[in-house]
């Protein structure tokens, strides 16, 4: 155990000089007395709340309840803004700052008089992003999750906020409903605080943290609005004091089995294809290498145990109430596909941490011996489209498709397709390959979620809900469809999918994993010869940092400078 004068934050406050001096004087200044905060744990409570952020507008609350588990504790809290990366609202799109939050969390926790942290996040990006930069920092943490809202409701429905979104506005466009239903549903989709309450992205990365061994037991499902969440919060609280005191830290944490594990949970959960590029980073900043290949090799030995939209049927509160990810944890440990000796923030082992774990319901978190499907939900591609990767969400397609040929129609970006998408004469029928370039990591910029391409209204309203759609872009975690993403390398530094013209084959196997462009060698190396790479966007500021440092999404678009291996030394504190 730690003593008072090991404390890193000793070294801003308990030593002789000058500086230690105005130090004291400015925490004075604060209104602290001395036996508040002099010889305690001090621990930043990293915020991503904002007014414009209802995934996380309930945090400002939530705060409270992480320090009065801090103080209960006999550590000394202190609650630091940062950045509030928003999927609702941010354009181009919030994964062009995830790296920017992960900087903020480094340099914060670096710079500060700080022993430990509590990560409060949820929202797709900044889960990701606080726990990039804190295993960077390697000062001991522990992530709070936002948790999700309460289910939706329109008339008889129940409502999964994105996955229904998508449904309800394919309806509109098909003429099935009309302007006074959607104004409805603009008031029933999304009914409290907290990030989607279906297996998108956001659930995805908050159980992902939580089999990473990052946050205390069964906190990733907890609904946003309920009691237990403050509970949980408080108990992020005394537990992080705990964990200074027994310097136990991100890389003694997030290791190679505990990366697998992560990435087992996500393939079972059929959770979010954004987990790929996300984990692929995270595992970087904690120098462990994971690969496209890693998902891949997982997913054949993991099956789909839990029953949730968009690729099954309940909602997140009826996952938490069947038993959470604990619960669910305890189908994989059953299955022999985790490594159960590993420390996690709560118990010495994930073995101790799922003991007396259980399943209350079948149905929503499925046995072994009838899962929801027989592979994780996420199959890695390759081929001459996508020599570095792609992935697809399969178990949210229609099984039709999983196998097809079909005329490629392209589009160069995604502004273009918005207006041109309903042209008859672009002669798309149900069997057309619809492709996206113009979308990547550089291309986008940032990746957007454009990469569930909007289908024609004529084919909506025929009936037609699913077309194989390929992009080098992302796409919300609660969409669905046969959508091939994350296409490697991008169109925008001249990967194969700058080459493809509107005519041209292309064949999906999802079995053979492959997806191929129907194109000789001798064609692509003359088209290639012609192509020419497009001019930067950005001449100055933070985008510039960002094309000049983005890395490729089969390599977890990091910055370059932050990804490398490399000492930084402690600052000074006088």
């Given at each position: 155990?730690?003593?008072?004068?090991?404390?890193?934050?000793?070294?801003?406050?308990?030593?002789?000089?000058?500086?230690?001096?105005?130090?004291?004087?400015?925490?004075?200044?604060?209104?602290?007395?001395?036996?508040?905060?002099?010889?305690?744990?001090?621990?930043?409570?990293?915020?991503?709340?904002?007014?414009?952020?209802?995934?996380?507008?309930?945090?400002?609350?939530?705060?409270?309840?992480?320090?009065?588990?801090?103080?209960?504790?006999?550590?000394?809290?202190?609650?630091?803004?940062?950045?509030?990366?928003?999927?609702?609202?941010?354009?181009?799109?919030?994964?062009?700052?995830?790296?920017?939050?992960?900087?903020?969390?480094?340099e914060?926790?670096?710079?500060?008089?700080?022993?430990?942290?509590?990560?409060?996040?949820?929202?797709?990006k900044?889960?990701?992003?606080?726990?990039?930069?804190?295993a960077?920092?390697?000062?001991?943490?522990?992530?709070?999750?936002?948790g999700?809202?309460?289910?939706?409701?329109?008339?008889?429905?129940?409502?999964?906020?994105?996955?229904?979104?998508?449904?309800?506005?394919?309806?509109?466009?098909?003429?099935?409903?009309?302007?006074?239903?959607?104004?409805?549903?603009?008031?029933g989709?999304?009914?409290?605080?907290?990030?989607?309450?279906?297996?998108?992205?956001?659930?995805?990365?908050?159980?992902?943290?939580?089999?990473?061994?990052?946050?205390?037991?069964?906190?990733?499902s907890?609904?946003?609005?309920?009691?237990?969440?403050?509970?949980?919060?408080?108990a992020?609280?005394?537990?992080?004091?705990?964990?200074?005191?027994?310097?136990?830290?991100?890389s003694?944490?997030?290791?190679?089995?505990?990366?697998?594990?992560?990435?087992?949970t996500?393939?079972?959960?059929?959770?979010?294809?954004?987990?790929?590029?996300?984990?692929?980073?995270?595992?970087?900043?904690?120098?462990?290498?994971?690969?496209?290949?890693?998902?891949?090799?997982?997913?054949?030995?993991?099956?789909?145990?839990?029953?949730?939209?968009?690729?099954?049927?309940?909602?997140?509160?009826?996952?938490?109430?069947?038993?959470?990810?604990p619960?669910?944890?305890?189908?994989?440990?059953?299955?022999?596909?985790?490594?159960?000796?590993?420390?996690?923030?709560?118990?010495?082992?994930?073995?101790?941490?799922?003991?007396?774990?259980?399943?209350?319901?079948?149905?929503?978190?499925?046995?072994?011996?009838?899962?929801?499907?027989?592979?994780?939900?996420?199959?890695?591609?390759?081929?001459?489209?996508?020599?570095?990767?792609?992935v697809?969400?399969?178990?949210a397609?229609?099984?039709r498709?999983?196998?097809?040929?079909?005329?490629?129609?392209?589009?160069?970006?995604?502004?273009?397709?918005?207006?041109?998408?309903?042209?008859?004469?672009?002669?798309?029928?149900?069997?057309?390959?619809?492709?996206?370039?113009?979308?990547?990591?550089?291309?986008?910029?940032?990746?957007?979620?454009?990469?569930?391409?909007?289908?024609?209204?004529?084919?909506?309203?025929?009936?037609?809900?699913?077309?194989?759609?390929?992009?080098?872009?992302?796409?919300?975690?609660?969409?669905?469809?046969?959508?091939?993403l994350?296409?490697?390398p991008?169109?925008?530094?001249?990967?194969?999918?700058?080459?493809?013209?509107?005519?041209?084959?292309?064949?999906?196997?999802?079995?053979?994993?492959?997806?191929r462009?129907?194109?000789?060698?001798?064609?692509?190396?003359?088209?290639?010869?012609?192509?020419?790479?497009?001019?930067?966007?950005?001449?100055?500021?933070?985008?510039?940092?960002?094309?000049?440092?983005?890395?490729?999404?089969?390599?977890?678009?990091?910055?370059?400078?932050?990804?490398?291996?490399?000492?930084?030394?402690?600052?000074?504190?006088g």
């Amino acid at each position: 155990m730690k003593k008072p004068e090991e404390l890193r934050s000793h070294q801003w406050y308990g030593t002789d000089g000058l500086r230690s001096f105005s130090h004291r004087a400015r925490t004075r200044q604060l209104g602290y007395l001395p036996e508040e905060h002099l010889g305690k744990p001090v621990i930043a409570v990293l915020n991503t709340w904002s007014d414009i952020n209802p995934c996380h507008v309930h945090l400002r609350d939530r705060a409270q309840a992480v320090k009065r588990g801090v103080w209960q504790a006999g550590g000394f809290p202190l609650e630091f803004p940062v950045a509030t990366l928003s999927e609702t609202y941010q354009k181009p799109t919030p994964m062009l700052y995830r790296n920017l939050l992960a900087m903020e969390t480094e340099e914060l926790l670096r710079s500060y008089p700080v022993d430990g942290a509590v990560l409060m996040g949820g929202c797709d990006k900044s889960t990701p992003a606080l726990l990039m930069g804190a295993a960077s920092a390697d000062l001991p943490a522990v992530f709070v999750p936002a948790g999700p809202m309460l289910p939706g409701h329109w008339r008889t429905e129940v409502l999964g906020s994105g996955t229904d979104m998508w449904k309800y506005w394919d309806d509109k466009r098909a003429g099935l409903i009309g302007d006074c239903e959607m104004a409805e549903l603009e008031s029933g989709l999304a009914r409290s605080p907290g990030h989607c309450m279906t297996m998108g992205t956001a659930s995805t990365l908050t159980a992902a943290a939580e089999a990473l061994g990052m946050t205390v037991p069964g906190a990733s499902s907890i609904p946003a609005v309920d009691s237990g969440h403050d509970r949980m919060a408080a108990a992020s609280g005394r537990r992080i004091v705990d964990l200074v005191r027994e310097d136990l830290r991100p890389s003694a944490i997030l290791t190679r089995e505990a990366y697998e594990d992560a990435v087992a949970t996500v393939l079972a959960l059929g959770g979010s294809t954004n987990a790929v590029i996300h984990l692929i980073a995270m595992a970087g900043r904690s120098g462990v290498p994971l690969t496209l290949d890693d998902f891949d090799r997982i997913a054949r030995t993991v099956p789909v145990l839990a029953n949730l939209r968009p690729g099954g049927r309940h909602l997140m509160e009826d996952f938490h109430f069947a038993g959470g990810l604990p619960g669910f944890l305890t189908r994989l440990r059953d299955a022999g596909v985790l490594h159960l000796d590993r420390p996690t923030v709560g118990h010495p082992t994930l073995r101790e941490q799922l003991t007396g774990a259980l399943v209350h319901d079948d149905d929503v978190i499925r046995p072994l011996d009838a899962p929801l499907a027989a592979e994780g939900g996420v199959a890695v591609l390759r081929g001459n489209l996508c020599p570095d990767g792609a992935v697809i969400k399969h178990i949210a397609a229609e099984p039709r498709l999983l196998e097809h040929t079909g005329p490629a129609v392209v589009f160069d970006d995604y502004r273009t397709l918005q207006r041109t998408i309903n042209d008859l004469g672009l002669g798309i029928t149900e069997d057309s390959v619809l492709v996206l370039r113009g979308s990547g990591p550089l291309g986008g910029p940032g990746m957007p979620e454009y990469g569930m391409l909007p289908l024609p209204d004529h084919l909506l309203r025929k009936g037609v809900r699913d077309m194989v759609r390929i992009s080098d872009a992302r796409m919300s975690g609660t969409s669905y469809g046969a959508c091939v993403l994350h296409v490697a390398p991008e169109s925008h530094v001249g990967g194969p999918l700058a080459l493809v013209r509107t005519g041209d084959l292309i064949t999906l196997d999802v079995q053979a994993r492959t997806l191929r462009l129907e194109v000789d060698d001798a064609e692509l190396e003359r088209r290639r010869a012609r192509w020419q790479a497009p001019p930067p966007r950005y001449g100055r500021g933070y985008g510039a940092l960002y094309q000049d440092q983005i890395t490729q999404a089969d390599t977890g678009c990091d910055f370059r400078f932050l990804a490398r291996p490399g000492e930084v030394p402690e600052p000074y504190a006088g």
